[in-house]
């Protein structure tokens, strides 16, 4: 069973940058397309950035231009680098399966973002 531990997050000003990183133990890591989600108080869920197991990347229109995710298969590692951050980017970060999430998730990682 995959286990998912994310890290990194934390509290800062408008306009800083933040790196989540997201450990995977107990899977075929490099196989897997893997991705960060995000859910804010009150909002569901969401999938901001993926990358495949080929290393091609997506994000949403959202954070698209200030958001780069990566990946380290030696490291069994996916990481989020976030620049340009703005307070609606408040959540808790998630990582898991970019297409067919496991059930269960990591604990997250608290990104809270002040004007």
């Known amino acids: 069973q995959v286990q998912l531990v994310e890290y990194g997050g934390g509290s800062v000003q408008a306009g800083g940058s933040l790196r989540l990183s997201c450990v995977a133990s107990?899977?075929?890591?490099?196989?897997?397309?893997m991705a960060w989600y995000r859910q804010a108080p009150g909002k569901q869920r969401e999938l901001v950035a993926a990358?495949?197991?080929?290393?091609?990347?997506s994000y949403s229109d959202s954070v698209k231009g200030r958001f780069t995710i990566s990946r380290d298969n030696a490291k069994n590692t996916v990481y989020l680098q976030m620049n340009s951050l703005k307070p609606e980017d408040t959540a808790v970060y998630y990582c898991?399966?970019?297409?067919?999430?496991?059930?269960?998730w990591g604990q997250g990682t608290q990104v809270t973002v002040s004007s």
């Open positions: 107990g899977g075929l890591f490099r196989l897997n397309a």
């Open positions: 990358i495949s197991s080929a290393q091609s990347t």
């Open positions: 898991n399966h970019a297409t067919r999430p496991w059930d269960n």
